[in-house]
């Protein structure tokens, strides 16, 4: 059973980097793509962006300008920055496995979630 | 962008009928699915490819999709249902979703 794991700096400054890493176990990345979700305090969640299995990715385009999203697979993990943050960006991040059929992707399995607050 | 709207709130006695509802345009042409989510827990798949079921889901989960709106239908509703429940679709190479529904089991 895949399981994902969500990591890093609970705190960044505004306008800094907000950098997360995603460890997958129980399965390889070469084999999936990979998306980042996140959801603030209270309101919905909102898609981030995914990378395939071939290394090319896709971003939301409420946030193209402003993520990268890229994977290692020498340690079976795929990571998000976010730049130039703002406290509009505080949420909680998911980390989550992509899953197709016929045209719909949707998200079977799901990290925990990580706080990450934007203050100074 | 695509949109997907969603009633903030629906409430259900235990035992009976919730039905929860997912517009958007010609909704019906895409798959839709459902995510249900427990206040500090991460999203749980429910339905997928507006229909079908993930191993381990109750039965009583059940969904549809035509014309402009996906509808997600819990039968004989039970309280630990009590959740707030997400459409999501896929359109144009982006993930959208809808804005969540807070189901209250009175």
């Known amino acids: 059973q895949v399981q994902l794991q969500e990591s890093g700096p609970g705190l960044v400054k505004p306008s800094g980097t907000l950098s997360l890493t995603c460890t997958v176990s129980?399965?390889?990345?070469?084999?999936?793509?990979w998306s980042w979700l996140r959801q603030p305090a209270g309101k919905g969640l909102e898609w981030i962006g995914h990378?395939?299995?071939?290394?090319?990715?896709n971003y939301n385009p409420s946030l193209n300008s402003r993520v990268t999203i890229s994977a290692d697979t020498s340690t079976n993990q795929f990571s998000l920055k976010l730049r130039s943050v703002t406290a509009a960006d505080t949420a909680v991040f998911y980390c989550?496995?992509?899953?197709?059929?016929?045209?719909?992707?949707?998200?079977?399995?799901w990290g925990r979630g990580t706080l990450v607050t934007v203050s100074s | 962008s695509y949109e997907l709207t969603q009633s903030p709130s629906v409430s259900v006695s235990p035992g009976q009928t919730a039905s929860i509802t997912c517009s958007g345009d010609?909704?019906?042409?895409?798959?839709a699915c459902w995510y249900q989510q427990k206040p500090g827990q991460s999203p749980v798949l429910v339905i997928y490819q507006d229909t079908k079921r993930p191993s381990g889901i109750p039965e009583r989960f059940s969904g549809s999709n035509s014309g402009n709106t996906a509808t997600l239908t819990i039968s004989g509703t039970q309280a630990m249902d009590e959740a707030d429940y997400y459409c999501q679709a896929w359109d144009s190479g982006t993930v959208v979703f809808g804005g969540g529904t807070k189901l209250t089991v009175l």
């Open positions: 989550a496995r992509d899953s197709v059929a016929g045209s719909l992707r949707y998200f079977q399995h």
């Open positions: 129980g399965g390889s990345i070469s084999s999936y793509s």
């Open positions: 010609k909704l019906g042409n895409k798959y």
């Open positions: 990378i395939f299995s071939t290394g090319n990715t």
